[in-house]
């Protein structure tokens, strides 16, 4: 593939590109138009050189087919992918509309439900690739599209972005990529991801459409990559006075540090903002309960007063508010990784500064550090505060940890798995269980048979509150729908009836009809009846009306071969006239109506046909006196040559005449007469 813009290439001699509509380090965006199914499509077009890689290209193949396996309505769907002479291109729904940055920069901040609302399809798609085991990595307000009509989607399912300014990328069996804002912590310092990966950058656009700003920034990406790392995202309630605990506490729990303390997956955080959503619904301004179920476990001991982080008594040393933090040996390498000098974490403003932990500044000979509150007190004075100290820290953890043994895991109930099962199998089982149930509408399935479950919500297998209610999504049965009737509609008519069936047009062929009116529909295939898939082609045959017949100029020709090649084209000729022509040749045409042009299969063509010169009968002027004969003759229109007879006598009377009486002659023919 060559450098130049792919506009006005044909792919795979099917996809008509056009003009670019976005573009990123990996590919392009070019609208297109799927010329075998006559529709607009976008088409994600793979930078020159990026496919000489065996092994990118060979992941963006696969990746690209495990996006296609996503369907869902809050998914860009992917419709095909191919490669065209080393052109690697991914064909996808086009969605017209703008983005979620967008958003953000002309409404927020923006109050608690809104954000949720449009955070919610977010996380139901995301949900969906979870359970197919697709992690998307890049979840960003630039890859959630929202339609014109207001349905979010998001795009970019399974693909890897190629590095560029604003982006951070860490490899570990191969490189993960994102965007550094959106960056869970474990991305920076390990190159791991998981599907919490996914649920930290939600967190991340909950605190941002909440706020307007990033909970983290910086003037480089590796400072905001530190931050991720070693900061948590502060409570958006901090910025945006009035925003409800439960909302900061869900924030808090998407976007802990410890990836332990994140929901699992996008499934999981869904019923969080789901229950965030009806608290906010209800006009609920606090919520202990839920606030303390959303809150991460080491955010709730740290709120109860227990340091989580902090090394025992005897390795401790007392550090003023402005010394610096000591960094442990593999803190120092994973930093060192990202670029970044370590420093104090409490003195933001300042440049860090390398400080070695105590082993090693002994072993360098350095002093210890002064304490920033003067003189150490006695230890005598101190010998009884540590014992005390550390059983009322015992028990106070022991307290939090029962608690929080309590409301984190305790108190829950595992909901059961009821997939495939009957309605009334699934209810029943759940009830037993102790759940409410609540049907929600069904969905057509391929696999599923009609009635019974596709899928729940919550999910097989997650820990709930006992009395929680369980959606239960049944199937429809496979989604097939039939063709309607199409004849004699005009296209127009023809493509709303198939969009109201969820099919489409597919190639349209003109014919001529002597019966079906131009424009409209004479056949389609497949014909009425036949049950198809969603999205399925039907082939239409649209009539260019009657077709015309070329009459020719048929005057001077023999009448009997005029009138078989136009009786031959489906006209039909008639030839009643006829007339004595003294020039036209008995049987053929002396005129004809129309004289020439086209009409249509049974029209009439009118011919005139020639009989020939006219014969008149010859009278007998044998004996009759010259003049007298002459007279005669020319009145019948006959010319007149007299000759004188052998012997003549000079009487001036007809001895002979030729041609003789009684004969019948053309008009105009010559009578010689003999005169004795």
Known sequence: MTDREPQGQLLDGRYLVGPRVARGGMASVHEAVDQRLHRTVAVKIMHPGLGDDGDFAARFVREARAAARLSHPNIVAVYDQGDDDGTLFLAMEL???HTLRDTVTKEAPMPPARALALLEPVVSALAAAHRAGIIHRDVKPENVLIADDGRVKVADFGLAKAIGTDTQHTATGGVLIGTVSYLAPELVSEGTSDARADVYAVGVMLYELLTGSKPHEGETPIQVAYKHVHEDVPAPSLRVPGIPAYVDALVARATARDRSQRPADAGVLLRHVHRVSNAL??????????TQDLTPLLAAVAAAGVDTDEPPAADQHRLGDTSPEVWEPEELADLAALGVTPGSARDTDAEPTAVVAPATRAAAGAPAPATATG????ARRRRWRGPVALLLALLLAAGVGLGAW????????TVPTVLGQSESSAVTE????GFEIDLAEGVYSESVDRGDVVSSSPGPGDRVLPGETVTLVLSLGVERYPVPSLEGLTEGEARDALDEVSLEVGRVKEKFSETVESGRVIRHDPGEGRQLRPGSAVDLVVSKGRKPINVG??????ADRAQAVLERKGLVVDRAQEQFDDTVPEGAIIAQTPQSGTLFRGDTVTLVV????ELVEVPNVRAQGVESARQELEALGFVVRTVNASGYLGLGFVFSQDPGGGQSVPRGSTITLSII
């Open 281 to 290: 619904t209800a006009g609920v301004s606090e919520d202990v309960e839920l």
């Open 430 to 433: 759940l009830e037993a269980a």
């Open 610 to 613: 020639s009989l020939g010169p």
């Open 95 to 97: 969605v017209s509309g």
């Open 553 to 558: 100029d048929w005057v001077g020709e023999d």
């Open 375 to 378: 003189p150490r007190p006695p």
């Open 406 to 413: 309590w409301f984190g895991w305790a108190r829950y109930t």
